[in-house]
């Protein structure tokens, strides 16, 4: 069954991850499942400040702080993740076969490869990342505890 919350996360989703036509259309999908459940008054099917879906825009990444471990394919590095990420996880739990460790999440099974980052995202979510996106997309943040 749908709710409000349904169409609220497809929101967020689409304002903070899809571009102009996707947006558009998943804005018009949250703005159904809003009729649906009786709540139109209250929830546009666009965003006053959203730009129009033709315009082409320039963004930066919002600067946030997440926790990461680089997983290095062995048991003992499948260990150390399935302690860090404890209850997090949906169901609690996680396969290492091959090297390869799958993480059972919401969005359903996310696999990770010897070299991948598991993030901790800013709602406490879990997630693999490859290499090449953690790198381009991620810096070490400065240690609280260092500053002055």
């Known amino acids: 069954m749908l709710t409000e919350f349904d169409s609220d996360y497809l929101r967020r ?19 159904e499942i809003d009729k649906a459940v009786g ?11 959203a730009p ?13 702080i997440i926790e990461a471990l680089r997983y290095d394919g062995t048991v003992a590095g ?17 396969d290492n076969k091959g090297g390869i460790l799958t993480i059972h999440t919401l ?18 979510e879990f997630y693999p990342c490859k290499p090449d996106i953690f790198e381009a997309t991620y810096q070490l943040a400065p240690d609280p505890t260092q500053e002055a």
């Open 13 to 31: 989703i689409a304002a903070g991850c899809l571009p102009g036509l996707h947006r558009d259309r998943v804005y018009g999908i949250a703005y």
């Open 39 to 49: 709540r139109t008054e209250d929830a546009p099917a666009v965003p006053d400040d």
């Open 52 to 64: 129009p879906a033709s315009a082409v825009g320039r963004y930066v990444k919002r600067p946030v």
């Open 78 to 94: 499948s260990i150390t993740v399935l302690d860090w990420i404890g209850d997090a996880a949906p169901d609690g739990r996680a």
């Open 107 to 124: 969005e359903g099974d996310m696999v990770a490869s010897p070299g991948d980052w598991i993030i901790r995202g800013v709602q406490g």
